[in-house]
């Protein structure tokens, strides 16, 4: 059997001892819905997706661009990638599994993954942060989401509040 080297080994066990930090991170997703440089295109649909008022079985992957604040111009600190798709026959709702990769700033190199049911109807929603990599390994916590602005049909800003708890490389790190 093959072990982790020590010092990746006692990293571990000090993630699950509970020894923590928190953060809270306020991102700006640049979705690009249409025109030259989208960044969300469809690739599957169910056969009942075209006659389905909430576009019911539409898969999607996304490469949106993540910023600092709202304005296309901000800061670039990553990149949202990942699904979503039209999960819900009678309200406009997706299930999501998106990865935000930090490319800039406090965290660039590690990754968030967030996942769950976006109910684009409701002028806030909820879903869960269930991992993440580098300063973000064994990542829990939620994300708070709002559409920022929409400019329909080809370009939206979304308003991401991350809450989360994840580990410390060692004791050291307190």
Same mark, same amino acid.
């Given at each position: 059997?093959?072990?982790?080297? @020590?010092? /990746?080994?006692?990293?571990?066990?000090? *993630?699950?001892?509970? &020894?923590?930090?928190?953060?809270?991170?306020?991102?700006?997703?640049?979705?690009?819905?249409?025109? /030259?440089?989208?960044?969300?295109? /469809?690739?599957? #649909?169910?056969?009942?997706?075209?006659?389905?008022?909430?576009?019911?079985?539409?898969?999607?992957?996304?490469?949106?661009?993540?910023?600092?604040?709202?304005?296309?111009? @901000?800061?670039?600190?990553? #990149?949202?990638?990942? *699904?979503?798709?039209?999960?819900? $026959?009678?309200?406009?709702? &997706?299930?999501?599994? $998106?990865?935000?990769?930090?490319?800039?700033?406090?965290?660039?190199?590690?990754?968030?993954?967030? $996942?769950?049911?976006?109910? *684009?109807?409701?002028?806030?929603?909820?879903?869960? &942060?269930?991992?993440?990599?580098?300063?973000?390994?064994?990542?829990?916590?939620?994300?708070?989401?709002?559409?920022?602005?929409?400019?329909?049909?080809?370009?939206?800003? $979304?308003?991401?509040?991350?809450?989360?708890?994840?580990?410390?490389?060692?004791?050291?790190? /307190?």
């Amino acid at each position: 059997m093959a072990y982790a080297n @020590s010092q /990746e080994q006692a990293r571990f066990q000090n *993630l699950c001892r509970g &020894i923590e930090k928190t953060a809270t991170i306020k991102i700006f997703v640049q979705d690009e819905v249409g025109g /030259e440089n989208k960044t969300v295109w /469809e690739v599957a #649909r169910s056969s009942i997706t075209a006659n389905s008022p909430t576009l019911f079985g539409q898969v999607r992957v996304v490469d949106d661009l993540l910023t600092a604040g709202p304005n296309k111009t @901000s800061k670039k600190i990553g #990149r949202a990638q990942g *699904l979503i798709t039209s999960a819900d $026959l009678k309200e406009s709702a &997706i299930a999501m599994n $998106l990865n935000f990769i930090f490319t800039d700033g406090k965290y660039k190199g590690s990754t968030l993954c967030m $996942l769950g049911r976006n109910p *684009l109807g409701n002028d806030t929603r909820e879903l869960a &942060i269930v991992g993440g990599t580098g300063i973000f390994r064994m990542a829990r916590g939620y994300a708070i989401t709002n559409t920022y602005s929409y400019d329909t049909p080809s370009y939206g800003v $979304l308003e991401y509040n991350i809450y989360v708890a994840y580990g410390k490389a060692s004791i050291a790190d /307190e």
